[in-house]
Nanobody
Framework: VQLQASGGGLVQAGGSLRLSCAAS????????TGWFRQAPGKEREFVAA????????YYTYSMKGRLTISRNYAKNTVYLQMNSLKPEDTAVYYC????????????????????????WGQGTQVTVSS
């Protein structure tokens, strides 16, 4: 499976962006999919995830209330809507898919571990100016 992340860009503080993660080679409709981000000099951190069934969503506490993750089955794409962006949200954002089913709704923490995802997109830059 190949993941293509897009939708990043330069936005002023308070603005919004919608990131897209389009998959080819395999449907994402039954695969847990997550978004992570990595700022310069920092470790990759969890942002949001949607479970394989689509019935559960998970968000990082630091951005909760400003994010919505969703899935478009027809387009085989997962979206991340980000609102009220802040300069500290500046980072490269990556989408990732868990084809090996390492994540579990029984453990919300499992969605936040990068090692539980086996396919990654190339990343899309998000820059928020003050």
């Amino acid at each position: 499976v190949q993941l293509q992340a897009s939708g990043g860009g330069l936005v002023q503080a308070g603005g919004s962006l919608r990131l897209s993660c389009a998959a080819s080679g395999r449907t994402l409709s039954t695969v847990a999919t997550g978004w992570f981000r990595q700022a310069p000099g920092k470790e990759r951190e969890f942002v949001a995830a949607i479970s394989a069934s689509g019935g559960n969503t998970y968000y990082t506490y630091s951005m909760k209330g400003r994010l919505t993750i969703s899935r478009n089955y027809a387009k085989n794409t997962v979206y991340l809507q980000m609102n009220s962006l802040k300069p500290e949200d500046t980072a490269v954002y990556y989408c990732a898919a868990d084809l090996a089913a390492r994540t579990s709704f029984r453990s919300s923490d499992s969605f936040g571990r990068p090692g539980n995802y086996d396919y990654w997109g190339q990343g899309t830059q998000v820059t928020v100016s003050s």
